[in-house]
């Protein structure tokens, strides 16, 4: 029962991952349409661009390992094919995150702080991460345009 158990397990979190994915995409989609209707964009000179960048990278990883977490891996290929990649996912996480608050906190990276909306004024340029990314999201009820 035991093994039934962590199988099942097992698929609730790949599942899971799944739906954090396409959440993470559909963030970052937000991020690169703001100028058009692109699926993808290449704006390297925004942080929020980057933060949800990283962020989908890094969710992508984790999608793959919680796959790779499904199959009946080796005991001696455990920490090559599961563990060390969770581990580089976890750090991209942590650096999605402070991407994310660095943009958020400071109008865009550039020291001109946000307004009381959440938005800075570069937000029209796309100078901001997307709603997922962007802690004042979280208070404010408000809709970022």
């Known amino acids: 029962m035991p093994a039934v158990r ?12 799944l739906f954090f994915t396409v959440a993470s995409y ?12 692109a699926w993808f964009a290449w704006k390297p000179a925004e942080i929020g661009y980057w933060a949800c960048l990283v962020q989908l990278v890094c969710t992508l990883y984790f999608s793959v390992t919680t796959f790779a977490a499904l199959l009946d891996v080796p005991p001696d290929m455990v920490d090559r094919i599961i563990w060390r ?11 999605a995150s402070a ?8 109008g865009g990276g550039r020291g001109v702080r946000a307004s009381a909306t959440g938005t800075s004024p570069r937000s029209t340029r796309g100078g901001r ?10 208070t404010s009820s408000r809709r970022v345009s």
């Open 6 to 17: 962590a199988q099942a397990t097992a698929v609730t979190v790949f599942v899971g991952s």
């Open 26 to 37: 559909l963030a970052f989609l937000q991020v690169v349409r703001q100028d058009g209707h």
């Open 85 to 95: 990649p969770d581990a580089i996912g976890s750090v991209c996480f942590l650096v």
């Open 99 to 106: 991407l994310a608050f660095a943009e958020a906190g400071t």
């Open 129 to 138: 991460c997307s709603s997922a990314c962007r802690p004042s999201a979280l």
